[in-house]
Nanobody, 115 residues
Framework: QVQLVESGGGLVQAGGSLRLSCKASGSIFSINAMGWYRQAPGKQRELVASALRGGSTNYVDSVKGRFTIFRMNAERMVDLQMNSLRPEDTATYYC?????????WGQGTQVTVSS
């Protein structure tokens, strides 16, 4: 089974940028949906961005225009570029594959945005 490992989280000031990376242990070419989810303390996990095998992408309204998902099948990676970060973006971010959500989850990476 493909394993997913996230990296790139950290502490950033409001207005700053971070790029999260998700590296898969195997091919993701045949996986229809890859996505990034996040979960803040006391809140439900939510889908932030998704990238389908055919190339289409989708974003939750709160991050449109600020976040961009990059799916790189040859590199077995799915990145999330996050710009203009806000304190409300603070959460643990998870890479996911195989559906929306699918059965493949990474361990999560913490993103903290200070005001």
């Amino acid at each position: 089974q493909v394993q997913l490992v996230e990296s790139g989280g950290g502490l950033v000031q409001a207005g700053g940028s971070l790029r999260l990376s998700c590296k898969a242990s195997g091919s993701i070419f045949s996986i229809n949906a890859m996505g990034w989810y996040r979960q803040a303390p006391g809140k439900q996990r939510e889908l932030v961005a998704s990238a389908l095998r055919g190339g289409s992408t989708n974003y939750v309204d709160s991050v449109k225009g600020r976040f961009t998902i990059f799916r790189m099948n040859a590199e077995r990676m799915v990145d999330l570029q996050m710009n203009s970060l806000r304190p409300e973006d603070t959460a643990t971010y998870y890479c996911n594959g195989g559906g929306l959500p699918g059965p493949l989850w990474g361990q999560g990476t913490q993103v903290t945005v200070s005001s």
